[in-house]
């Protein structure tokens, strides 16, 4: 009779036990990311920087997390989105480009008014992140605005899609309406750096090398 109760007092002392290490593993429990929220690392060498990718509720928003740019990522959509940090909207008279262009000024000018630099890139990209921190450090605390297109952008005025980078200057003074060229044109004059992208540190839909092979498309 007394072992018996000795094994009851010693399975309960156990349960008792176990269930305060559980009640603490639960308590430290992370809670779940919220992923419209990229907090900026300590000793960041390149705090400066925000990185705006349009997204929709199709973009996979934790990829882009992981990818360097996780660390800067703004992602900006017109309707609500997992993952969306600001909803932008769009006029009815406006195409998706049009809201998409508008949306990025207007982020630009207030959200990121204080920041050196801006990267727009569309949800089917990777960017290698030397090949920008190496234009940062170029441009830095330049008065002159400037921006990265590729030549095709240049050429055709379409930066709906792809990559594009400009900085704080060129933000300042950029115009609130048309196309990125003419805003840039009306808003800034002549005195602009247009810098050509290097499509060898950038890949749209698709990306290959060595043993990888990641399709990008959206």
């Not at 920087?49 to 360097?68: E, G």
């Not at 008279?93 to 050196?116: G, H, I, P, W, Y």
Request: aromatic fraction near 10%; include cysteine.
């Amino acid at each position: 009779m007394i072992a018996v109760a000795v094994t009851a007092l010693v399975l309960l002392v156990t349960t008792i036990v176990l269930w305060d290490d559980l009640d603490g593993v639960f308590e430290r429990r992370p809670p779940v990311p919220n992923l419209s929220v990229w907090p900026q690392p300590p000793n960041d060498p390149h705090p400066s920087l925000a990185v705006i990718i349009p997204i929709t509720k199709h973009t996979d928003v934790r990829f882009y997390q992981n990818m360097w740019m996780g660390n800067h990522g703004f992602t900006i959509c017109e309707s609500k989105a997992p993952g969306c940090s600001m909803v932008c909207g769009r006029k009815p008279e406006q195409t998706s480009a049009q809201a998409d262009m508008d949306c990025l000024v207007r982020v630009a000018k207030s959200r990121f008014n204080e920041t050196e630099f801006i990267v727009r890139m569309s949800d089917d990209m990777l960017v290698d992140r030397s090949y920008v921190f190496g234009i940062m450090d170029e441009y830095k605390a330049s008065d002159t605005p400037m921006y990265v297109l590729s030549a095709e952008q240049t050429d055709t005025g379409d930066v709906t899609s792809g990559f594009y980078m400009f900085n704080q200057a060129l933000a300042k003074c950029i115009g609130d309406s048309g196309t990125f060229a003419e805003r840039v044109a009306v808003g800034c004059g002549n005195n602009v750096k247009r810098v050509a992208n290097d499509g060898t540190k950038t890949w749209q839909t698709l990306y290959t090398n060595k043993n990888k092979y990641i399709n990008l498309a959206a």
